[in-house]
């Protein structure tokens, strides 16, 4: 079947030629027929006699949006939209697309590793034969642009042959069927705005030393490397790269939108499309009529009546430069808009209708057909100057923000993402997402032939026209008075997904329903008051853990101990956890606070040996001829160097609570001579143990981290590092009683912020947990417990 097939249209047996009314052999048909079973309907399979047809054409640019979907970064590889994933889609679109009357699909660049096999066989089921797929040139122009390339390379190995070679591949007979691949295109536009100013002269290319003269020569530099692999000078004779699309006619973009319309643009317009054959013929080049290089003119009308774009004016100046040139023709495409900002409500939109004549259509639809009248009025009178009509696009894209359908070939990436200051994928932007064509505005956003919106678990989709036949010359044909109806098909997960996780779910609850059953079973009955003992002989419980002080310098290590009590938690793992994390934090930081004061320190004894000499002079002499050895750090004794950076970062963390033992030395309820004796610890801490020092100062932060809030009462921190330095039974500044045990209670370091939480207003009383009526707690009081 596919062998059969492949030889007949690599034979030119189907003939792509507008108007040449060729078409396959009788036998051919016969072959086709009997291997696809006598299927003869169009509603069930595209037969050789539609898909032998290429241009001209009738469809719309198809892509399956969903909302959120994020519109293509230029320079990323495709997405895979076309798969079996959109398969619900396909099902949803293809039969109220064929019913606009619609015979072709414009893509946008697909993965190529995707299966389209469910693409194909939904649109040979609607009965839309004809596509024209778009490859990926945005890539490769961005790849240019970052490596500031003016020729791409076309090597075997190189990105652009290798994707070319796999697009050209998902395009081979067998893989399309009875889909005709009417034409090609690319996803990159020439900016009009900039280079139509230059096409005054077709003598002259654009200028090299301008950006936009140099954006024009990489583009077209592209073209012509792709189009030659294809149809490589002296074709048939010299074979082809891929002889399958060398009849199958290039359709050049051009965003027409861009243009500003300035004195005589639409004469500069002309002149731009006669000059641009002179300037690239062998991107140009006439094979034969039905597969020479065309235009892709995009145009987006503005939906403002009072500012009309004179879109029946411009593609008669066109069609008038394509019968002068009867080589040369285009393909159009136009969008519109059906949403605009409503102006009593900035963050609303409404639909654009047209209730002055009391039509059942929107006034996008009016628009675009009045668009395609007089495109089919232009095309008559100038012998078929134009080969197809494109709706620009099916759905609405809700993150396409300002953009044409093309990327655009610019100077540098960002000018090329043209992204909104604010837009957004998951909701229409109103005022911030439009684009300035002619005299009036556009939202490109809004340009769907469908509504989409999102219901639970399922995207859904009418179509915006009350026409069926859409592409009709009959006025009202067809015409639907009611509203469109709503479809709406289930999206991922598929249902196989859903009853495997419905089933896990199902699993895990019956399994903990299970566990408290037997649990409840086996503990029996429990009274009231036996609940309450319960209740306390819990709250009893408390767990420990601890955590010996381990930091990577062997000399601060002295086995100290830091150990965390809780009622909070009930384990002993939970604890020691807990302890472990805030502990192992504080420890990295303090160490590279030590190794900072090390490397000060160290600075410090190396100018001061170097500053030490016989005399100034002598110094001076020996610096003048300082040689390798000078130019080396003179150390000090590590040990000391050491000492002397521990004593200094433990007198800085440990500052405020030296000053606290000395402001509160007055107290009654705390001893004197201990208040005395750690303030002289910190304050006079020269010659004391460095890993007793690194401890202490240690045990500080880990409060500071484990107390969280209690952070903004210093003096309450300080109350309670004097009980736990105190309560480890060892002088704090005598070392000569090992390794000390840091105890500290949880629940007391965090006490006051529970009942803050409850009551923090000191001027109210209210009822707290205990029944009691109270003032509120708040940090200042905490801190006044200190």
Partial sequence: HDDALASWVISGGGGSGHGSGRRPHSSVLAEVRRLEGNATSVADVCT??????????????????????????????????YGPESRQFYARDFPLIRQLGADTLRFRPWDFTSDRQDLFDQMQAAGICKIIPTFQLAKHYVDML????????????????????????????????YRKVAAWSVDLSLDLSDLLPSATDCSSRPDMASGSGQSFNRYMSLLSVITKWIRPPGYPQVASAAPWMADVPLLVPLDVSRVKQEADWQVSLKMFVRCVQIW???????????????????????????????????ISTLANEFRREPSMKAVVMVGSQALRPDPDNAASLIDIDNVADNSTESQQQLTLRDAYKAYTEINGQHQDAFDGFLLDEWQDDWNRGARGPFFLARSNVDEMLDDCLKGGRYSHDTTR??????????????????????????????????????????????????????????????????AIAGAIFALVLFVQISQNIVKNCS?????????????????????????????????????????????????????????????????GILEKQVASEIAAQRAEFTRAARLGGPSSSESDSEASDSGSDADAPILGDEAEILQVAMETVHRRVLEGFANWC?????????????????????????????????AEALLLRVLESLGELILSAPERLSLLYYHI?????????????????????????????????????????????????QLGLNFDDINESG
């Fill in 48 to 81: 050789a006699e539609v898909s032998g047809i290429g241009l001209p054409v009738l469809g719309v640019q198809y892509v399956p949006h969903i909302v959120g979907e994020p519109y293509p970064h230029p320079g990323s590889k495709p997405d895979n939209i």
């Fill in 433 to 498: 997402c439009a684009r300035k064509v002619g005299n009036g505005w556009v939202y490109p956003e809004y340009f769907g032939q469908a509504r989409i919106s999102s219901q639970f678990m399922r995207h859904c989709s009418t179509p915006r026209t009350r026409v069926f036949p859409w592409f009709s010359d009959t006025e009202g044909a067809g015409l639907v008075p009611e509203e469109a109806q709503m479809v709406c098909r289930r999206m991922l997960p598929s249902w196989n997904w859903e």
């Fill in 280 to 314: 690239e013929p062998s991107v140009f080049a006439q094979i034969d009529k039905g597969s020479s290089t065309r235009l892709l003119l995009s145009f987006a009308l503005p939906y403002e009546v009072a500012n009309p774009y004179p879109f029946q004016q411009v």
């Fill in 146 to 177: 970052e490596q500031d390339l003016q020729q791409p390379d076309t090597d075997e190995n190189s990105a652009l042959h290798k994707e070319f070679s796999h697009f050209t591949a998902t395009l081979l007979p067998a893989k399309v069927g």
């Fill in 662 to 694: 000395l402001y509160v030395m007055n107290s009654p309820s705390l001893d004197r001579e201990r208040l005395r004796e750690y303030a002289d610890g910190v304050i006079k801490n020269s010659g004391r143990s460095v890993s007793r020092l690194f």
């Fill in 523 to 587: 503990e029996g009955d429990v009274s009231d008051d036996e609940d309450q003992d319960e209740d306390r002989a819990v709250d009893s419980l408390e767990g420990v853990g601890y955590v010996t002080i381990m930091p990577q310098e062997p000399q601060l290590r002295g086995g100290h101990i830091i150990e965390l009590h809780s009622k909070r938690m009930r384990t002993n793992e939970e604890v020691g956890w807990w302890l472990h994390a805030h502990l192992s934090a504080q420890l």
């Fill in 725 to 773: 330095v105190a309560e480890s039974g060892l002088p704090m500044p005598e070392d000569d009683h090992g390794p000390a045990k840091y105890i500290i209670d949880y629940e007391q370091l965090q006490d006051g912020l529970p009942q803050m939480m409850h009551h923090a207003n000191p001027y109210v009383k209210k009822k707290m947990p205990d029944g009691s009526w």
